[in-house]
Every structure is written in C-alpha cells, then in structure tokens.
C-alpha cells in the first residue's frame, strides 16, 4: 500500500469517528474509536509509541506518539478548540527522532482538521 492511500484511509477513519462521536470528548475516547477504524480498515496501528531522543549518542529524553500506522506514520491526535504552531511543530519532533517521514496532527474539535506534516521538506509541486 502507498503512504498517500494509507494516509487518506487514516482521514476517513476519523472523518467516521467523529461523524460518530461528535465533538466534546478527551483525545484519549477519539485515540481509542480511531484504532477501532483502523484495523477494521485492515491497517496495522501501534497505540501511545515510545519514542526516545538522543543527543551526542546519549538518550536525553523520551515521549510517546499517540498512534503509529504501518510503521509508516506517526498520528498526533487533539482534541482541542484549535490547534497551535506549537502542536505541528511537537510532530515533526517526532518524526525527526524516529526518522519516520509521515505524520497527520489530528484535531477532534467541532469538525476534523488534519495537517500533515513530513520529515523532510517538501515543496509543492508547481502547475506548468
């Protein structure tokens, strides 16, 4: 499977949990509805991923990413009014430290918004 076609079933999975859920609960009830999407569309997830970060060799600290889907992308879930430069910026961490190149910040609030991030930038393509 390609990252575009498992990052646009990701979408649609949390199109249908919140269209199931609505808005107003934790992040932790919309992490959890989200892995329940995710296998029954047939995708690998991993739930609240160590990840460990090192400087000059040395491990210096440790966080986890909400979920990780087929070892291919890092999901950073919100449930929050909306989101902050702070949150974007929390993912591409992630990335870096893990040297995966994909990830989705995805916010539950009164609709999903989802902003995907990559380890590496990538311009956009320009229309000749």
Do not use: W
């Amino acid at each position: 499977m390609q990252i575009n076609e498992i990052t646009e079933i990701i979408i649609g999975c949390a199109y249908k949990v919140h269209n199931l859920l609505g808005s107003g609960f934790l992040e932790k009830v919309y992490e959890n509805a989200l892995i329940i999407e995710l296998e029954e569309a047939g995708l690998r997830v991993k739930q609240q991923y160590p990840i460990s970060v090192y400087y000059k060799e040395q491990q210096v600290g440790d966080y986890f990413a909400d979920l990780v889907v087929e070892n291919l992308v890092i999901i950073e879930l919100k449930a929050i009014e909306k989101l902050a430069k702070a949150h974007e910026v929390q993912l591409v961490h992630y990335l870096t430290a893990t040297d995966i190149d994909n990830g989705l910040l995805i916010n539950f609030s009164s609709s999903v918004e989802v902003k995907r991030k990559y380890r590496q930038y990538k311009p956009k393509k320009r229309i000749v």
